[in-house]
Antibody, heavy 124, light 110 residues
């Protein structure tokens, strides 16, 4: 079965760039049937969608984060990545990578597989 | 601030039926499909319901979803202790151009 695993630093200093990678096993991110996304959840709070990438090249971002976020893919290593610049304490959260089977159909959006999540703290 | 509104808490006794509501707007639930997620303590969310009422193969039929207008509901019948978790609804919003989540409902099995 398809599994996703996040990796990256657990601590980032304010104003620096948060970088995370998601490694996908059990399936190819190039399959064409899915897009691959990032979400986050501050401690004790709800979920926030960050963005997604379809390996044909299409990328969607949360408009509220668009100026600071970049999502890319590395099909040779079956990975996709997140970069979030100019981080502040408000960016402290558990970050999840996820599989999105809805691709171009936004009317029926959902996530069917989630990574286990990784906690990223922003602090000096 | 969540744009989909859920009650912060719900509770029931084993065997009971519990319903969790999710209220949105014409640009979110009113125009798009709803999904539901279960998050057990300390774990990642798990898909429970998609396309308003469809269940993935791993979800028991005790869980069911419905939608009417700008609101949706998740029903859990035959409540079990292992159902104690946070539940989130979600839907794409055409105006905000992103998916929205509800604030989550913490279900307690008494």
């Amino acid at each position: 079965q398809v599994q996703l695993q996040e990796s990256g630093p657990g601590l980032v200093e304010p104003s620096q760039t948060l970088s995370l990678t998601c490694t996908v096993s059990g399936g190819s991110i190039s399959s064409g049937s899915y897009s691959w996304g990032w979400l986050r959840q501050p401690a004790g709070k709800g979920l926030e969608w960050i963005g997604r990438i379809y390996t044909s090249g299409s990328i969607w971002y949360n408009p509220s984060l668009q100026s600071r976020v970049a999502i890319s893919s590395d099909t040779s290593n079956n990975q996709f990545s997140l970069k979030l610049t100019s981080v502040t304490a408000a960016d402290t959260a558990v970050y999840y990578c996820a599989r999105d089977p809805t691709v171009m159909d936004e009317t029926d959006w959902y996530i069917d597989i989630w990574g286990r999540g990784t906690l990223v703290s922003v602090s000096s | 601030q969540s744009v989909l509104t859920q009650p912060p808490s719900a509770s029931g006794t084993p065997g009971q039926r519990v319903i969790i509501s999710c209220s949105g707007s014409s640009s979110s639930i009113g125009s798009n499909y709803v999904s539901w997620y279960q998050q057990l303590p300390g774990t990642a969310p798990k898909l429970l319901i998609y396309s308003n009422y469809q269940r993935p193969s791993w979800v028991p039929d005790r869980f069911s979803g419905s939608k009417s207008g700008t609101s949706a509901s998740l029903a859990i019948s035959g409540l079990r202790s292992e159902d104690e978790a946070d539940y989130y609804c979600a839907a794409w919003d055409n105006s905000l151009r992103r998916p929205l989540f509800g604030g989550g409902t913490k279900l307690t099995v008494l």
